[in-house]
């Protein structure tokens, strides 16, 4: 069965500092979808990414850059420059894309990273 | 264009009380997901529609759990009775068909958070 582990509950660091959040997987489909949400004080999660399983390439959006390596069965975050607004709670998530769970896209959240940056 | 809304956005009942969550996706999105977040564990799968059909139902918790589609547009979510375990945040979310447009991301709606006394 498929199962994404944060093992960071909580992180503080300080504003500007670069913060990175750990997401390791596990799923016996070769095919799959790696995501990571933000949920912001106001509750809503909101999206930040989608990688899949053939796609190896690192990712840059502005401060935001993710590393995804298969080797280790790893999709971690980098905030870089870190600012007051990035303060949330960050979820990682899988989904699987193999034949047997074609047209179910249900993802498999890890407990999330609450992220606190300080001023 | 309209997101995802839940409806209540908060809901406090007793035990043993019914309480029906509601969830509008975002228009033409034929995929329709419940999740749920219990006391800061991780984000679970409940069910998942698409358009008005129950297409995997395999994280439902019990059979006190009832969600519907009529119509293939909003769905509800009804608890009954409800227990003191189904306190959390109850997530929708919406997608769009598959086979338009590959393996979708998923817009979430802000949550519905139950507190049962």
């Known amino acids: 069965a498929q199962k994404v582990t944060q093992a960071q509950t909580e992180i503080s660091v300080v504003e500007k500092e670069d913060v990175t959040l750990d997401c390791v997987y596990e799923t016996r489909d070769t095919t799959y979808y790696l995501f990571w949400y933000k949920q912001p004080p106001s509750g809503e999660l909101v999206f930040l990414i989608r990688r899949n399983s053939f796609d190896e390439q690192n990712e840059i959006s502005g401060r935001y850059s993710w590393n995804f390596q298969k080797s280790t069965s790893s999709f971690n975050f980098t905030i870089t420059a870190s600012q007051v607004v990035d303060s949330a709670v960050y979820f990682c998530?899988?989904?699987?894309?193999?034949?047997?769970?074609?047209?179910?896209?249900?993802?498999?959240f890890g407990t999330g990273t609450r992220l606190t940056i300080i001023p | 264009e309209a997101g995802v809304t839940q409806f209540p956005s908060h809901s406090v009942i007793e035990k043993g009380q019914t309480v029906t969550l509601r969830c509008d996706p975002i228009?033409?999105?034929?995929?329709l997901y419940w999740y749920r977040r219990v006391m800061g564990k991780e984000i679970k799968f409940l069910l998942h529609f698409v358009k008005e059909s129950k297409q995997d139902e395999s994280g439902m918790p019990n059979n006190r759990f009832l969600a519907e589609r009529t119509g293939g547009t909003y769905s509800t979510l009804k608890v009954q009775p409800a227990e003191l375990e189904d306190s959390g945040v109850y997530f929708c979310?919406?997608?769009?068909?598959?086979?338009?447009?590959?393996?979708?991301?998923?817009?979430f709606g802000p949550g519905t958070r139950l507190t049962v006394l």
């Open positions: 998530a899988l989904s699987e894309a193999g034949i047997a769970n074609f047209g179910n896209e249900k993802l498999t």
């Open positions: 228009s033409g999105h034929d995929n």
């Open positions: 979310a919406s997608s769009q068909d598959q086979r338009l447009a590959g393996h979708n991301e998923q817009f």
